[in-house]
């Protein structure tokens, strides 16, 4: 018996009866030998965190475009932060935490640079062109099927592709925005709350840190609630997740989803929508269209999927992009580059 047929035989005794098993997995879309020492889903979860793809979301804003302190979060903060809620909450419940791990460090890797904004412009974009739009959830599961690995994909598991393209809350429940519809596994429901949990919380703490609100402003239900730190915060929130779920799903109790959204109001209206964030749209939106309005019409090799249309390789490459990679492609197509000179051949001053 291997390493790996000991620890699937081991969730079967530790799991809850509604968990993932990796021995039942549904497989991969192009059969491969199982690895001796990993199950399937520890194995997604090692392939997700060497790529490219996801090393590049250190350089991609999570709320604060091109942060210059060095503890405001990243793309790639936000993903971890995801991936700890995520299993703390997982091991509770006794769910598979390798399959939730897998899911929540692959679920935003297609996002764009600059954040929702970049999103926003993007999905523009598309539209523009005749496609069906852009989202980073989708975009994440054309990175891990078509993008990674030279257009060879990493071929995960169908329990992971589908968590990863599961994981954005495009369908919730009429009264709030975080009861959310079933997902295919509850591993997967997890990560789709955690990650609100998660930016809820750590975008709150930014916000904090940039001065941008204080926490006098916070509303009253929400310190009362929830906590006065940002560790109480996600205490209280991790702890009510795993009291108010079980077969029937994953959720938070009805008073903690109604001060969950009072939050989520508050920063749209105070730090989302705030005045510096409406000051850089336009420049974020100026500097994407440049790039893709040039890319589309002048590159002829992205190294993207063979057949997709033109448009749909330059948002491949251009959601990609870090912040940084973003800005110095544009500085390079649009700002005059110096001819180099002798300062001999200028006239000495006197």
Known sequence: MTLRERWENLENDILAPYAARSACSRGRVREE????????????RDRILHSKAFRRLKHKTQVLLLPEGDHYRTRLTHTLEVAQIAR????ALRLN????EAIALGHDLGHTPFGHMGEEVLNELALREGLDGFSHARQSLRVVD?????????????????????????????RHGFRLSAPSTYEAWVVRLSDSVAYLNHDLDDALRANIVSLSD???????????SH??????????????????????????????????????????????ARKEEPKVRHLLSTLFDFLLKEATDLRSAGDDP????????????????????FQRLTVPSPWPFDMGDFPKLP
Do not use: W
């Not at 030998?33 to 997604?44: G, S, V, Y």
């Not at 703390?88 to 091991?91: D, F, G, Q, Y």
């Not at 390789?313 to 990609?320: E, K």
């Open 146 to 174: 078509i993008l990674e690995r030279d257009g060879k994909g990493l071929n995960l598991t169908r329990e992971v592709r589908e968590g990863i393209s599961q994981h954005s809350k495009g369908q919730v429940d009429v």
């Open 33 to 44: 030998e199982p690895c001796p020492i990993r199950t399937c889903f520890q194995r997604d």
């Open 218 to 228: 916070v509303p009253r239900i929400v310190i009362e609630k929830m906590g006065d």
């Open 97 to 100: 935490e390798d399959l939730t």
């Open 88 to 91: 703390t909450i997982a091991r």
């Open 231 to 276: 560790s109480k915060r996600i205490g209280n929130l991790v702890m009510d997740i795993v009291a108010s779920s079980g077969e029937g799903g994953i959720t938070m109790s009805d008073s903690m989803l109604e001060t969950a959204e009072i939050l989520r109001d508050f920063l749209f209206k105070r730090v989302y929508s705030a005045e510096q």
């Open 310 to 329: 033109p448009a749909r390789q330059v948002l491949d490459f251009i959601s990609g992009m870090t912040d940084r990679y973003a800005v110095a492609y």
